[in-house]
């Protein structure tokens, strides 16, 4: 199981995201480099942490005000794989978020309007795209009703079917919270899509956390605040 460094872009800086309240997101402070750059926190993870791929949330693009395709590029330069979240509703967006240097385009429910344009996001994409199940205490964020009304594990199914082999179970209640993951979502999806590749994100505490979604058959897990405190140091977590 791999740990997956997450980097969350507002306003041209790397912020701290706490429990999903965007608007009080402040700029990160971490013990890897004193810049909240996310260029400068990228390459950190990369000589520090011997990073090789990196999740980047782009926040302005998912609320629709700006993005940061710049400071995208410049992270893919130093050679890590990003995983682009940056609102993808449609393939027209997959298709950008490729040319803006995403190796993975994610598509988050929370801006997902209709379940039936996954199969040309996949297309889009091509095939390097993950379903994120945005989850709010467990209940499912939706970019329409459309997608709110559907339980978490159907919307995974008909993702499934569309071609998505990667999915993120996310609760944005437990991220920063260093409340630890929820998990019976995750656990669930783990259940009904074996051979999916499954990552876990939101309140990741340390490596005992690691060492619980190793065993629960995850694939990997999401983290920021606990490599900024310098908790979480290693990258790897060796098989059980």
């Known amino acids: ?41 990228a390459r950190a993870f990369v000589t520090r942490l011997g990073a090789r791929e990196c999740y980047v949330a782009d926040l302005d693009a998912i609320g629709r005000q700006a993005d940061h395709a710049q400071l995208i590029r410049a992270i ?33 429910t929370e801006t997902l309007r209709d379940p039936g344009d996954l199969v040309g996001i996949v297309a889009a994409a091509t095939g390097a795209c993950a379903l994120s199940l945005d989850l709010r205490h467990g209940q499912l964020l939706g970019g329409s009703p459309a ?25 944005l209640a437990r991220v920063g919270s260093g409340e630890g993951a929820r998990l019976d979502t995750a656990r669930a999806l783990r259940r009904q899509l074996p051979a999916a590749e499954l990552i876990v994100g939101g309140g990741v505490r340390d490596r005992a956390d690691l060492v619980t979604l190793r065993d629960g058959g995850f694939q990997g897990a999401l983290v920021a605040t606990a490599l900024h405190t310098g908790v979480i140091t290693s990258l790897t977590l060796e098989p059980s």
């Open 1 to 41: 199981m791999r740990v997956i460094p997450v980097l969350d872009l507002k306003g041209g800086v790397a912020v701290h995201a706490v429990r999903g309240q965007r608007a009080y997101y402040a700029p990160v402070t971490s013990v890897l480099t004193t810049s909240a750059h996310p260029v400068e926190l």
């Open 147 to 171: 997608v709110e009304q559907l339980e978490p594990l159907t919307l995974a199914a008909m993702a499934w079917e569309a071609g998505v082999r990667s999915f993120i179970v996310l609760d």
């Open 76 to 108: 893919a330069g130093l050679g890590l794989a990003v995983w682009l979240d940056a609102g993808i509703a449609e393939a027209a967006d997959a298709a950008r978020a490729v040319t803006q240097g995403a190796s993975r385009v994610i598509v988050g």
